[in-house]
């Protein structure tokens, strides 16, 4: 099955400041990305989310690239602020019928420092 | 439109009892999938349900199991329950199929004493 991980576990980045999370998953097969983002005991949100036909991804400050060869995606926030902070989950999955639902990464801990 | 609904919010079994849950989907959604959340092992895929069908099912023993309804929402049910079944479970519905993007519910947090 799909294998997702996902790094670094914990980020900190000044107010401001970019922050980038990456992720690597192992099927080839696997064709939909979805970023989520949690705050703390508030249900996983979908912040955006990437399909294999294209590269690369914006929503304002919110962007996702997508190397198919290399097997990874990418989470960037540019100009962070306080209420980014948050655990980020990226995820992988096959929709093309038959899969294992979503396999998510382990979490990101986003922490923006003011 | 609503949001995915789940009841109850939180529970507290204790090891052997059983326990369901419930998740309504966002109106117009026919897929709901059910995920576990535990700090150690993150978010899991438990399995998805499609027009009262069970289509896809993680890796999770059968104490686990499932059903969806004509209108779509959808039960969870863990028999004989284990103090390593305390998690979040969280549904989640997606459109004409799992395809789509998923939106997740609050979640069941249960604790297994």
């Known amino acids: 099955g799909e294998n997702v991980e996902q790094h670094p576990s914990t980020l900190s980045v000044q107010e401001g400041d970019s922050a980038v999370i990456k992720c690597t998953y192992s099927d080839s097969a696997s064709n939909y990305f979805p970023w989520y983002k949690q705050e703390l005991g508030k249900r996983p949100q979908l912040i955006i989310d990437?399909?294999?036909?294209?590269g690369e991804k914006k929503d304002q400050r919110i962007a996702v690239t997508l190397n198919k060869t290399a097997k990874h995606f990418s989470l960037h926030i540019t100009e962070t602020q306080p209420e980014d902070s948050a655990v980020y989950f990226c995820?992988?999955?096959?929709?093309?019928?038959?899969?294992?639902?979503?396999?998510f990464g382990k979490g990101t801990h986003l922490i923006i420092q003011p | 439109k609503a949001g995915v609904t789940q009841t109850p919010r939180y529970l507290i079994k204790t090891r052997g009892q059983q326990v369901t849950l419930s998740c309504s989907p966002i109106?117009?959604?026919?897929?709901v999938s059910w995920y576990q959340q535990t700090p150690g092992q993150g978010l899991q895929f438990l399995f998805e349900?499609?027009?009262?069908?069970?289509?896809n099912k993680g890796n999770f023993p059968g104490r686990f199991s499932g059903r969806q309804f004509s209108n779509s929402r959808s039960e969870m049910n863990v028999s004989t329950l284990e103090l390593g079944d305390s998690a979040l479970y969280l549904c989640?519905?997606?459109?004409?199929?799992?395809?789509?993007?998923?939106?997740f519910g609050p979640g069941t947090r249960l604790l297994v004493l």
């Open positions: 349900y499609f027009s009262e069908t069970q289509r």
């Open positions: 989640a519905s997606s459109g004409e199929s799992w395809q789509e993007t998923q939106y």
């Open positions: 995820a992988a999955m096959y929709s093309g019928g038959g899969a294992d639902g979503l396999t």
């Open positions: 109106s117009g959604h026919r897929s």
């Open positions: 990437i399909r294999s036909n294209v």
